[in-house]
């Protein structure tokens, strides 16, 4: 028992990462205004919410825009359903930018926020605008719930960032334990440890596909493409390229203990390589992944606490099982070994 | 060491000029490349076209040059090469004399791609940027490829090895290369492009260094 609790572990981190990561509702929000224009006299905007609840206190809905310093909220308002609302606003027609921010509050969700959520049309943009008394009060706390932060492009996708991003570390812990081993193997000549490299390059190959595989699905739902441009999608494709070649080279010595040699040089010479290029260089030029080329990092905005609570533990689950598989194949192929040895005999 | 390193590398010198078609292979493989490419376009106008097209030539050319390094040493004059240096002297004064032969190459087919697909993207370039990037363009290549020209000399599938081990390892350095050489010629001043040349710097040097820490295992048979 004490020789399996990591292994346990995480399944159970894996486990629980699945059942939070897809089962915790994202936070409420308003993600759509329809018209996006607002004119000078009276206009009526429909929102949309996303996972809100309108109907569970009517009347202490609020619904506002500000524009520079100033505050609209309108005179009138009805409530549709649960995720719709109409208001009526009438706005001033001296503003301070051409845009409108919205903010709807509730006691049940909290406050919600729409960045630039309308355009002015037919209002005069000045550097002194009218004047506006303030006319939001009482507003609501946040209720404080277990959700994930409801951001404009990712959605619900945001969900992928528990899937997607552990695989890419259990491939990089994977392929480093099997640079130990080929270090291991040059030094001390032993076929045992050019088996166990084999077998971790073959896990991290794994990993590189379904990280490959849950990116170009994420990739196709934010960025649009199945496949786009970028040095971190580069980075990824070489490595992939890199030890596709390790196969090939070992596969295509008969002589085991050249093989071994010379595999052991390619892999540790192709780490290195891909280290710099996957690691160093996306930081230097642009890309669209967060946290590099002036995207914001994930630990900046997107990754909140709540997000944190399934994420390090997804991370740590899913390099226990990128070990935990290791270890089957490097028994598996010393078994295939042993087998092929009393054959011959 | 110093002098072994020279040894290896007169030696390297003056068998290519005895054997004078395996040099003389190497720069009519350019040039006919060259020819290829201009045949199929007349004139390139277009800086990104006229700079990938040349590093890929190039390219191309580094591969067929460094996969001879160590496959023309046949297995008798190798174990003779073996008894004489230590391991570190033959891949250092490998990659120099690599190093040497492809500036060569590199400045010798920068000629004649301009005399054949035009100057014109060349108009408003930064020379000393040019020069830099031809300069460590071909160190970049000869360093990185030789330990893999090294690997793939020891299996019985030579070229096709060498190609499909060493581009996965070389694309990286490509990449900057391109970018770096295409900023020159775009006239971007030095002091905003040092950084690719920083970065193709620290490329060569630690594929130096792999080098000399790797080549000793491969070098035992």
């Given amino acids: ?345 | 060491m110093l002098s072994e390193i020279k040894a290896i590398i007169l030696k390297d010198l003056r068998m290519e000029w005895r054997q004078k078609h395996a040099l003389g292979s190497i720069f009519l493989y350019v040039i006919a490349s060259i020819f290829v490419a201009y045949m199929g376009f007349k004139q390139i106008v277009d800086v990104p076209t006229w700079n990938a097209l040349f590093w890929i030539i190039v390219l191309f050319a580094a591969f067929n040059a460094a996969s001879r390094s160590f496959s023309v040493e046949t297995s008798g004059r190798r174990l003779y090469l073996f008894t004489l240096a230590r391991p570190e002297s033959v891949i250092v004064g490998k990659m120099l004399y690599n190093a040497f032969l492809l500036l060569v190459m590199v400045f010798a087919s920068f000629g004649a791609y301009t005399v054949m697909l035009g100057t014109g993207p060349l108009a408003e370039a930064d020379w000393l940027g040019v020069f830099l990037a031809l300069t460590l363009g071909a160190i970049g290549l000869a360093f990185t490829l030789t330990l893999v020209s090294a690997l793939a000399a020891q299996t019985d599938n030579n070229l096709g090895l060498m190609a499909v081990l060493g581009l996965p390892v070389i694309l990286p350095m490509l990449l900057i290369l391109i970018r770096f050489s295409k900023n020159a010629i775009d006239g971007i001043a030095w002091s905003q492009n040092a950084g690719y040349g920083w970065q193709l710097l620290a490329i060569s040097l630690m594929s130096l260094v792999l080098s000399y820490i790797l080549f000793p295992y491969l070098w035992r048979e």
């Fill in chain 1, 1 to 345: 028992m004490s020789k399996y609790w990591w292994k346990i572990l995480s399944a159970l981190l894996i486990l629980s990462s699945l059942i939070f990561g897809l089962r915790a509702p994202l936070a409420p929000g308003v993600p759509k205004v329809s018209p996006d224009r607002i004119n000078y006299g009276v206009s009526q905007i429909t929102i949309t919410g996303y996972n809100t609840h309108f109907t569970e206190s009517p009347d202490d809905v609020k619904v506002w825009l500000t524009n520079g310093k100033a505050t609209f909220c309108p005179y009138e308002m009805a409530i549709v359903d649960n995720t719709t609302l109409r208001a009526t606003f009438s706005v001033t027609e001296k503003i301070a930018d051409s845009f409108f921010d919205l903010y709807v509050n509730t006691p049940y969700d909290g406050t919600m926020y729409l960045p630039s959520a309308l355009m002015q049309s037919g209002l005069e943009v000045s550097l002194n605008p009218d004047d506006v008394e303030v006319c939001v009060q009482n507003i609501a706390p946040n209720p404080g719930r277990f959700n994930f932060p409801n951001q404009p492009i990712l959605n619900e996708t945001i969900r992928n960032i528990f899937y997607h991003v552990p695989t890419w570390f259990a491939m990089l812990f994977i392929m480093f334990i099997s640079l130990i081993f080929s270090v291991m193997n040059l030094n001390t000549g032993k076929f045992k440890y050019d088996r166990a490299a084999e077998s971790a390059a073959h896990v991290g190959l794994l990993f590189a596909f379904i990280g490959l595989g849950t990116g170009s699905v994420w990739a196709k739902f934010t960025w649009g493409a199945w496949w786009v441009s970028d040095p971190r999608l580069d980075g990824a494709a070489i490595a992939v390229l890199i030890y596709l070649a390790y196969f090939i080279l070992k596969s295509s010595i008969n002589d085991k203990e050249k093989a071994a040699r010379l595999g052991g040089v390619y892999n540790i010479f192709a780490f290195m390589m891909m280290i710099v290029f996957v690691m160093v260089l996306p930081r230097m030029n642009d890309s669209l992944h967060p946290g590099v080329g002036g995207n914001p990092a994930f630990s900046q905005y997107d990754l909140d606490d709540n997000m944190r609570m399934v994420f390090y533990p997804a991370v740590l689950g899913w390099i226990g099982m990128s070990v935990w598989i290791f270890q089957i194949k490097n028994r598996l192929e010393k078994l295939k070994f042993k087998q092929l040895m009393n054959e011959e005999i």
